[in-house]
């Protein structure tokens, strides 16, 4: 976990992985806004730009809709999908963006989303886990469940859960964070 204070900057506090940009994992941008991060698959891409460069620029921010004229502009990457919660729950909002595309789509109610852009029209691969994730989330929340660490702890034995740890993951995509 990384807290920083650049010089000129404002704040911020975010995972970090080793040996990486912080900004594309989960993190707070001090007094302003929260973000979460999911990878997506868009296949055929030649970035211009690496996303985590741009997902750095996202903690000098000052707002989300700053942010989302940031993602907006720096779109020409591979994919990511960004929440960002603005501090009060004035506003939040799902982005999907990267193939040079963004898509934006405000949350009024309990969402889910997984490693497959549900909006963005860029072709894309979609992993068993995500959809299996993605499915069961919709499916606890069309049943009323809404508590966020009882959507993200569910292990559903159906298909590959949400909360993945199993030491025989079947495809390496077991949950770093929740």
């Not at 995972?15 to 001090?30: E, I």
């Not at 963004?102 to 490693?115: C, E, G, Q, R």
């Not at 298909?159 to 199993?166: F, G, H, M, T, V």
């Amino acid at each position: 976990w990384v807290t920083a204070q650049p010089q000129g900057e404002g704040a911020f506090s975010v995972f970090c992985y080793p040996g990486s940009l912080p900004g594309h994992t989960v993190g707070v941008c001090n007094g302003r806004f929260a973000f979460a991060v999911n990878n997506l698959r868009f296949v055929g891409v030649i970035p211009e730009l690496p996303r985590m460069v741009v997902c750095r620029a996202l903690l000098r921010a000052t707002a989300v809709e700053e942010a989302l004229a940031l993602l907006e502009r720096f779109n020409r990457c591979a994919g990511f999908h960004i929440t960002l919660a603005e501090r009060l729950g004035e506003q939040m909002v799902s982005v999907e963006f990267g193939a040079s595309n963004t898509a934006v789509h405000t949350l009024t109610s309990p969402a889910l989303h997984a490693n497959h852009a549900l909006h963005h029209t860029g072709k894309q691969c979609i992993t068993r886990s995500s959809a299996d994730r993605q499915y069961r989330g919709e499916a606890l929340l069309a049943q009323g469940v809404e508590h966020p660490l009882t959507v993200l702890h569910d292990q559903s034995p159906e298909a590959l859960p949400i909360l993945r740890c199993a030491p025989d993951d079947p495809d390496n995509e077991n949950t770093l964070a929740s």
